[in-house]
Nanobody, 111 residues
Framework: QVQLVESGGGSVEAGGSLRLACTIS????????ISWHRQVPGKHREFVAL???????TIATRVKGRFTISRDNSKRTVYLQMNSLRSEDTGVYYC?????WGQGTQVTVSS
């Protein structure tokens, strides 16, 4: 069983930066990838970024060039570095491993 805990969210002004962390505990099993998603109430949950077990990354087009996904050497924490933040980046950010989701962390960008 795997547990995911997001942290690092908060309030920031437009143009600022935040770094989110997804801390992994338990057994990942066959899940080879960790991904970030975000959601605003009343809207769909959209894909943001993914990193697989080999270190290959996928970044959503709308955040490419501003967001970077990475991991530590132990593979126990995955980070989402968010730069040049915009109001439309506001939402709850979740990390996912297979069928497991974290509880989410709120990101609020003021204009």
């Amino acid at each position: 069983q795997v547990q995911l805990v997001e942290s690092g969210g908060g309030s920031v002004e437009a143009g600022g930066s935040l770094r989110l962390a997804c801390t992994i505990s338990g057994n990942l099993g066959s899940a080879g990838s960790i991904s970030w998603h975000r959601q605003v109430p009343g809207k769909h949950r959209e894909f943001v970024a993914l990193i697989n077990s080999g270190g290959d990354t996928t970044i959503a087009t709308r955040v490419k060039g501003r967001f970077t996904i990475s991991r530590d050497n132990s593979k126990r924490t995955v980070y989402l570095q968010m730069n040049s933040l915009r109001s439309e980046d506001t939402g709850v950010y979740y990390c996912r491993a297979g069928a497991a989701w974290g509880q989410g962390t709120q990101v609020t960008v003021s204009s």
